[in-house]
């Protein structure tokens, strides 16, 4: 038997994966059919807690707290303990920072990172989110996603410019999306962080579906010199995964 709550807790946090923007309480109770004084007793206290946090604009959104719950739980599935050995070979072999992410609403979320010595600095962290469109690992998950799902996204997805060379014109970005499918890769050609260059690959599970992306970054010279061979060992690791996760390709 459920408790109307719980299950109203857990209601909101769908609702909220949905509007990456936020919404305010009286948004939140008429999405959902609930009377707006129980909305905002819900609301505050998870604002409280920290598994909401509160914009500028006076709108809810998912909070830090829930990062922090779903990195954990990313430990332990079945996902992030197949890749890590897989991950950290990558590292071995082209001696930049490898990363792992996966799909949450309209955003990706950081679940793996294995530095090398020659790591550069970068605002990537485990547990931390960003926009697809910007990066190599969220175009590469766009790039493979059911097309009315990548139209969501994109359609909810303001394409605001990070750096000077991020793609802000919906075309575009779909001619690139369909040249990453064709070529079986995606690349952040400093879209994100200025100086830093990234090369992306598709992981999928036993339906043939992307489930998450493999990346390795660097700074654009040194990636550059080397792109065929990093191109060539993270697809493969992709593929090491994706065979892990049961998908026969």
Known sequence: MSVKS???????????????QGLNIKEIATALGFPQSSTFHLV???HEYGYLSLTDLKKYKLGPKLIQLGTR?????????????????????VKETVFMAVLLGNEMVYVAKVDTNRSVRTSAQIGSRKPMYCT?????MLAYLPENKRDEILSRTPLNPITENTITDRQ??????SRYRAQGYAID??????GLYCIAAPV??????????????GPKE???????????HVKNTAKMISKKMGYLS
């Open 6 to 20: 719980a299950v109203r807790v857990l209601q909101i946090f769908e609702l909220l994966m949905g509007h990456p």
């Open 44 to 46: 505050k206290t998870l």
């Open 73 to 93: 739980s990313m430990e332990s599935m079945d996902l992030y303990r197949d890749a890590r050995v897989p991950l950290e070979r990558l590292a071995e072999l």
């Open 136 to 140: 190599g690992l969220g175009k590469v």
């Open 172 to 177: 575009e970005l779909e001619s690139c999306l």
């Open 189 to 194: 050609n400093e879209e994100n962080e200025e």
């Open 204 to 217: 999928f599970d036993a339906a043939g579906e992307v489930i998450a992306a493999v990346s390795v970054a």
């Open 222 to 232: 040194r990636m550059k010199k080397r792109h065929d061979y990093i191109v060539f």
